[in-house]
Every structure is written in C-alpha cells, then in structure tokens.
C-alpha cells in the first residue's frame, strides 16, 4: 500500500489512522513498524540504523514512529499486517476450548436484517492483541458460532502499559471508539451469517484484563498507571453497551476470575496459567486462591522477536532439528498448511530453542553456539531469522513466568508435586507441547504430565456465565477466595526470576 504525505503533515498519524500498528507504543525499541520512502526524504534517526542495514536505509527503509513530520511531499510504501488468526478446528468443541480470539465491541446493533427468531446471548474477550466473540444459545448454553480479529487500539502499543499512557494522554476516547467498531463487526458478522436477529439478542457478557474493561468502559486509567494502581471499579458492572464480569485488582482482571470460573477450581489444588500479551497466574482451590500477574511482555504472542507473529496462517508453531550440527535439515510446523513460512509464533519459538538446547547449540546462559553466527535462518529467502536477542527475549519472559509459579507456590505452602490439574489458557496453549515448556524452564518438571490446554478460558468464561444462572455467585465468590500477590514487591520473586533466567536446569 501507498500513502501520499504532504509536505508539514504528522507521518506517524498518518499512518497510525491507516491502520498501522505501533506495537511498542511509538518508541522504537521494536523495529516492526517498517516503512519504505519511495519519493521525498525521511531523516535517518539512531533508531533507524539500530535495524537497517547501510544498503536498507539507502533503499528508503525507515521506521514509522521515528519518521516525524515531512520535510517534502512523500510517497510512503507500507504492508498492512495479516489479520487473519489462526482458529483450530472447534465446531464440536465444548464452550472452555474454544480458541483465542480477535477485535470487537458490545454495542448493541439494531440495524441487523430479520432472517431468524433465535434467543441468544453475545460473549466477548476483550484481549490485548486479539477480541473473540461467541454467540451462545440461551437455553442450551451452546456456542453457535465463534469469531475473532485484531484488537485496532494495537496502533496505541502491544501491551497494557502502553495503552494506560496512551489514554492517559487523551488517546482514551479514540481506543474506545477503536475496540467498540471491532466488537460490532464481529457481532455484526455473526448475526449475518448465522441468521441471527437483533430482537433475538439478550445480553452482552464482557471479560478482558482490568485495562481493556477500563477503556471499554470509557473509565480513566490514571490509577492503573502509578502506584498504589487503584482502579476505577472492578465490579459485576451493567453498562449499557454489555456486561462486564468482575476483576481483582488493576493487574488480575476479570479474564483471570472468568479463566478460573471456566476451568472450576475445586479440592484438588489447580494451577491456571494464561501467556497471552502478559502471562497471569492463579493457584488454589474453590476456597482460596493466591493470583498474581508477571511481567512476562508479548513474546509468547511474538512480541519483541525479530520475525515473530501471532498465530496466523504461516507461522511456525513448531521446530525440530534433524542433526546435531546446526545446519541442515530443519523441519517447520506451520500453521494452516502454508507452504512458507511467515514469521515465527510463540510456541514455535518455544520449540526452537528447545530443541537448541538438546542439540547442544545454546549453552546455559542461553549464547548461541559460534557456528549459527548469531542467527538462524528459518526461511529458504532467508526473511525469517530467529536471532541471539530473541533468545534473550523468551529468556525473560519465561523466567517471569516460572519466577510466579514457583513464588506462588512457596506463598501457598505447597510444591510442584502437589498440583494435580495445570490449565493453559490462550491461543498459545493449544499448541504448546509441554514437555518443551519444561525443556526451556518455563514450566516445572512434575508439571510435564498434568498440563490441559484450555483455549481461551476468558471466552468461556463469558460463555459460561451467560447461561448460569448461578453466574454472579460463582464469580463473587471466587473474587472473595481470592489474594493476589504483588510480584514486583516479591523479593522471593526476584530471586526466582534469577535463577531461572538461564538454561542450567538441566
């Protein structure tokens, strides 16, 4: 695509209204938001020459948040990222599998043609990086269809942090707008291809992280930002675009208490993991229950990886090295049955350093043997690498995740051994093969055998309580049950998070 800029015009609002995502919220530290100058003169900023060659920066490679104002009238060439997410097969599937989903919003849509009478309720996941919606058959309880998209504020960051400085800089208003277009598409679609009516729409149930409720919602996120985090209402709030389930606190929001109502926490001690754009864990029984929330950032989602994608059609969800020399051949999962691959996913990154670290080809801080030069080459054109930082990345944001379990767990007074269900929630679970997860430190080794894959549980969640009519009780009580732990406060945390930064558990 190509964007025509006139000379004094903003190029990064120009291109954030297009529809471009700034995933790491405008600073470039990411390098995703690439952009070719085709006509006119773009300045070469220090960020620019961290992730362009000589010979790209020549060819008019820049990034976008860093273009600033044009000095010249310009012609701009940019690829819109593919928006399709992967979904696994689910027709059959019981409401606490269904897949992790994409963009929208609950306003109620009147505008719908008549063409069915059927009585159904509309739940939502209102994701960081992806809003899914299901429409759910009032009676039964079952899922008639379910669709996904891109969450639109990602133009604003990739993560939450960056949405609560976005809105606390004036941007609330417009990421409202942004997530509520999303949802009503996704409603919209559902409504026309299943024959569904608006005079057959009963209620709007909402689930999502304390962050993405609080702009829904048109709440100020300043209290989300400083200490002592204090959010507006974390509530069973009715508002007049849907129903809002409610959260614990600014960093467990109501996707945790929906993921732990879905899975049903009973006597046997349970352990929820969620490793979406940020990872959120909750241990307990249906009579207490400790949360926490880790700052594990995107890179499970393929965040801050060098070629990293969500899970859509193309991308590596899973590795395996043939030899034991690095070099020839690798074997590529790809999602959807694409014949190339487009980038690599965050159970594709699992599973590549995985199998690094059997072959021998990473030693325990986590270097690259000498032989790979730094990079691997994960593409016959060479377009997909897989790099000495990414390695660095998962490092950190499995070393976060593992840190809170393992701080969850000496909170509680129990061990590993002593958790008998392990629920991983999110699009990223449905592919990960556990046995990796313990390879790379992600996971404890008792836990290896436990592990169900539980899709996206905020969706079900929602699903769930949409036809209970012992919902609102279930949820109170679980917030009731429930104690979180300040992980940034946790000194056992920090001295977890160190020891499980490297690979040396093996």
Do not use: W
């Amino acid at each position: 695509m190509v964007l025509h800029a006139q000379k004094g015009s903003d190029i990064s609002a120009l291109l954030k209204n297009a529809g471009f995502p700034f995933l790491c919220g405008g600073t470039g530290s990411c390098g995703k938001c690439r952009i070719r100058v085709l006509s006119g003169e773009v300045s070469i900023t220090d960020a620019d020459r961290t992730f362009f060659s000589e010979e790209e920066l020549k060819a008019g490679m820049r990034l976008a948040c860093m273009a600033g104002t044009a000095g010249s009238d310009l012609e701009i060439e940019y690829e819109l990222p593919d928006e399709d997410i992967y979904i696994p097969e689910s027709s059959d599937r019981s409401p606490d599998s269904c897949p992790a989903g994409d963009s929208s919003d609950a306003e109620r849509k009147t505008d719908i043609i008549d063409t069915g009478s059927a009585a159904f309720d509309i739940a939502i996941d209102i994701g960081t990086t992806t809003i899914a919606a299901a429409a759910v058959d009032k009676h039964s309880g079952r899922i008639i269809a379910v669709r996904t998209g891109i969450n639109h504020q990602r133009s604003f960051g990739a993560d939450v942090i960056s949405r609560i400085v976005a809105s606390n800089l004036g941007s609330g208003p417009k990421m409202r707008d942004a997530v509520i277009t999303d949802i009503n598409a996704l409603i919209e679609a559902i409504m026309t291809e299943h024959a569904l009516t608006a005079a057959g729409l009963g209620r709007i149930v909402i689930a999502g992280n304390t962050t993405m409720q609080h702009i829904f919602a048109g709440y100020s996120c300043e209290g989300l930002g400083t200490a002592p985090f204090t959010p507006v209402s974390t509530a069973l709030t009715d508002t007049p675009s849907g129903l809002l389930l409610p959260g614990i606190s600014a960093f467990v929001g109501a996707d945790i208490v929906a993921g732990i109502y879905s899975c049903g926490f009973g006597d046997d001690l349970s352990l929820l993991i969620d490793l979406g754009t940020n990872g959120e864990l909750a241990l307990g029984t249906k009579d207490r229950i400790l949360v926490a929330s880790t700052a594990a950032g995107p890179a499970f989602e393929g965040g801050n990886i060098s070629c990293g994608t969500a899970g859509i059609p193309g991308a590596i969800c899973d590795v395996t090295l043939c030899d034991e020399d690095g070099k020839e051949p690798i074997v590529l999962k790809l999602i959807g049955g694409a014949e190339k691959p487009v980038g690599i996913c965050g159970t594709g990154v699992i599973a590549l350093i995985a199998e690094l670290i059997k072959q021998g080809l990473v030693d325990e801080t986590g270097l690259l043997d000498e032989r790979l030069h730094g990079r691997i080459r994960l593409s016959a054109d060479g377009k997909v690498t897989f790099t000495q930082k990414d390695i660095r990345e998962l490092q950190l944001a499995s070393a976060a995740v593992r840190g809170g379990i393992e701080t969850l767990l000496e909170e509680y007074g129990a061990a590993a051994g002593d958790i008998k269900h392990v629920f991983i929630a999110g699009g990223f679970g449905t592919e990960l093969d556990p046995d990796k997860a313990v390879t790379i430190g992600l996971l404890p080794e008792e836990l290896s055998d436990k592990c169900e894959s539980v899709g996206n549980s905020s969706l079900s969640g929602a699903v769930k309580y949409a036809s209970d009519p012992a919902g609102a009780e279930a949820l109170d009580n679980i917030v009731k049950v429930s104690r979180e732990i300040i992980l940034a406060d946790s000194e056992a945390f920090k001295a977890h998070f160190m020891e499980h930064m490297n690979f040396d558990h093996l």
